[in-house]
């Protein structure tokens, strides 16, 4: 534990304990690696075992390399700032939750307030995290749901945007770029979006965004709780 430290891996963090796994494996392979070609097999003794082994070792060098691969590309790197103890950009493995993000950004402070923030929401990349404080809460300029992609709803950024109410994005009256702001909307849903609102008036509630196509159950968790109608 100690020499982890002294190169200065903190086992207790997850990614810190997923970067040494991959590491292990890199170093498994590259002595794979090295075997494969420096070995000199005696292959008039026995040439079918030889050609059996070697098939298996083709097949567990191509099958780590892939799952290496795959590891490494399910990273999630999420912004978080606001009340926690070291505000920074993180790097996270695929599926972690908002609870996650805050822990590797140092934890939070003691003037945080995560009353409307679902600390157990699942995070996808790019996406970033404000915790406020009390006094941010009660001064109703930040969003309660604490996550939006590309930048935080009632952030000091966006809290002059008038279809802010309460912290609260009314989705009756926002734009195409603040509805951008929402996690899960891109160019496209937040169009349709507007679309919806043209031909068919205002949203009489929050869920009635999912009759929006392309907008489902799982979208719109991501975002109900920084909405309003």
Known sequence: MQLFMKLGIDLRNPVHRRRLAMATILTVLIVVAL?????????????????????????????????????????????????????????????????????????????????????????????KVYVPTEEETEAGNVPQGGVSAGGSIGSPESSGASSIQNGKLNINT?????????????????????????????FGSIEEIKNVSGIGDKTFEKFMDVITV
Do not use: H, W
């Open 35 to 127: 075997f494969r070609f420096t070995g000199t097999p005696d292959q008039e003794e026995d040439p079918l075992t030889y050609a059996t082994d070697q098939a298996a070792m083709d097949s567990a060098y191509a099958e780590n390399t892939d799952a290496l691969l795959s590891e490494a590309e399910t990273d999630l790197y999420v912004d978080v700032s606001g009340a926690v103890n070291k505000p920074c950009v993180v790097c996270l493995p695929s599926g972690s939750r908002i609870f996650d993000a805050i822990e590797a950004a140092g934890g939070l402070k003691p003037t945080a307030d995560v009353r409307n923030i679902n600390q157990a929401a699942v995070l996808s990349d790019g996406e």
């Open 174 to 202: 926002a734009s195409q770029q603040e509805l951008m702001q929402l996690s899960g909307i891109g160019p496209a849903l937040s169009q349709r979006i507007i679309d919806y609102r043209d031909s068919n008036g205002k």
